[in-house]
């Protein structure tokens, strides 16, 4: 298993589609996962710190685990088929649930645990991705869009 860092969301146009961005700084590699708008909101939202008056899914299932005496140690990206991601929560007890992707990479970014990618996973869908200046984080036109995407959502954009 590889560790991988978690290096943002960008939105795809003309589809205005999110994409997490999961990177392998050893050899400049990126995980690419399209993810659903109620994730890229749920995953933005804990980068910046933000905190909904109200517990949103992914930080209900951190505070069940706590609640459980149970962590989230890490979670893995363990395979792909047809450009579909599958994850696994990798619990303090031993015991593992399999996970979509998206959901997983928020419990991590919640959690502050690591995201490991199995190195076949990573070589089949990794690609390498030239920035302007090495090491850039998000090119301002892409924080510019996302923080577009971010300003257009709505709390009842996630109800049932």
Not at 44 to 68: N, Y
Request: hydrophobic share 45%; with cysteine; aromatic share 4%.
């Amino acid at each position: 298993m590889l560790e991988l860092e978690f290096a943002g969301i960008r939105i795809q146009l003309p589809a205005n589609q999110p994409l997490l961005l999961l990177r392998y700084p050893e050899q400049n590699l990126y995980l690419p996962l399209w993810i659903g708008a109620p994730e890229a909101s749920a995953i933005a939202m804990s980068e910046q710190g933000l905190t909904p008056p109200r517990p949103m899914t992914h930080d209900l299932l951190i505070s069940v685990l706590e609640t459980l005496g149970v962590e989230l140690e890490r979670i893995e990206i363990v395979s792909v088929h047809n450009a579909v991601f599958v994850a696994e929560l990798v619990l303090s007890n031993g015991k593992r649930v399999d996970s979509r992707s998206s959901d997983a990479v928020a419990l991590a970014v919640r959690a502050q645990c690591p995201i490991m990618c199995a190195e076949d996973v990573l070589q089949e869908a990794g690609v390498s991705i030239e920035t302007e200046t090495e090491g850039e984080e998000a090119p301002e036109e892409q924080l510019r869009e996302f923080r577009e995407f971010l300003d257009n959502i709505d709390p009842e954009d996630f109800s049932s």
